[in-house]
């Protein structure tokens, strides 16, 4: 059964809202910058050193898991904070466990970048 809303739009319009999306969360965010710098280093790094296709489908998805639950915690906080403007302690818990979510998949990307970098590096420096 097809629904009639002024929210259904075109595939072509859905993939061009989510890529708006990215582009400004990239342009406003900082925690944004940093994350897309690290990428680009660990990125740089990784061709320098040859990783293994194996390795390669590893680091970039711990870079997409990364970006992804940071993307994710942007709009639970700008939604906490268009909903509930004024200070909350239940809300402060939300904002605090959705960025704790990114937390966590940050700490697994860099124990993972590690792994299969620090070895690598060592070879080529010693």
């Given at each position: 059964m097809k629904q009639n809303s002024m929210y259904q739009q075109s595939f072509y319009h859905a993939v061009a809202d989510a890529f708006d999306g990215m582009r400004r969360f990239m342009l406003t965010e900082r925690n944004a910058k940093i994350q897309l710098?690290?990428?680009?280093?660990?990125?740089?790094?990784?061709?320098?050193?040859?990783?293994?296709?194996?390795?390669?489908?590893a680091l970039l998805l711990c870079i997409g898991s990364v970006?992804?639950?940071e993307l994710m915690n942007t709009a639970v906080e700008e939604l906490c904070n268009t909903l509930h403007p004024e200070r909350s302690a239940s809300i402060k818990r939300v904002k605090h466990v959705s960025a704790g979510a990114v937390l966590c998949t940050a700490l697994m990307a860099i124990a993972v970048g590690c792994i299969i970098i620090i070895p690598?590096?060592?070879v080529y420096v010693l």
């Open positions: 710098a690290v990428a680009m280093v660990t990125i740089i790094t990784a061709a320098t050193l040859r990783i293994s296709t194996s390795e390669w489908i970006m992804a639950f690598k590096l060592l």
